[in-house]
């Protein structure tokens, strides 16, 4: 994908990501020309709101909320990262940085030291990278405090 970013940005920027949100959604049947009620159809079976969907369609929006993209990704069937790559989060060479990382000497990173190894300096960038983190370890301490319980 060409991005309209400045040189060595790779990441999607907001009209990419209407794109690729107009053909994940059309793709599974929801009908996105005026009056085609398909934006009012993935709002409900979503659960995000019509306005959010509307303005993320148009580029008007990057979706930078957490729980919109999880949402998405959700309502998609999608892996978050995925989702993550295509909103403009991350780049795919920032994902696969983090996903085939090996230990590293000293124990685990902090969000904010691997936000920095990945060339994430932007104040706004590092608090969504550290929010994400954080919600995607609440979430797997959750599904894994579940899987004990049903054991």
Not at 60 to 72: H, M, N, T
Not at 93 to 119: K, S, W, Y
């Amino acid at each position: 994908m060409e991005h309209s970013n400045p040189p060595g940005n790779d990441k999607a920027t907001p009209e990419e990501f209407a794109a690729w949100l107009r053909d994940q959604l059309e793709r599974r049947g929801y009908d996105l020309r005026p009056r085609g009620g398909g934006q009012t159809r993935f709002a409900t079976d979503s659960g995000i709101g019509t306005g959010t969907i509307s303005r993320m369609l148009n580029a008007k929006q990057g979706a930078q909320d957490i729980r919109v993209l999880e949402l998405l990704a959700t309502a998609l069937g999608l892996q978050l990262s995925e989702v993550l790559v295509a909103a403009g989060i991350l780049s795919r060479d920032e994902l696969a940085a983090v996903q085939h990382q090996g230990p590293r000497p000293g124990g685990p990173l902090t969000p904010e030291q691997a936000a920095a190894e990945m060339g994430i300096n932007d104040p706004d960038d590092v608090e969504m990278f550290v929010s994400t983190t954080e919600f995607l370890r609440r979430r797997r301490a959750k599904n894994h405090e579940r899987r004990i319980a049903e054991n």
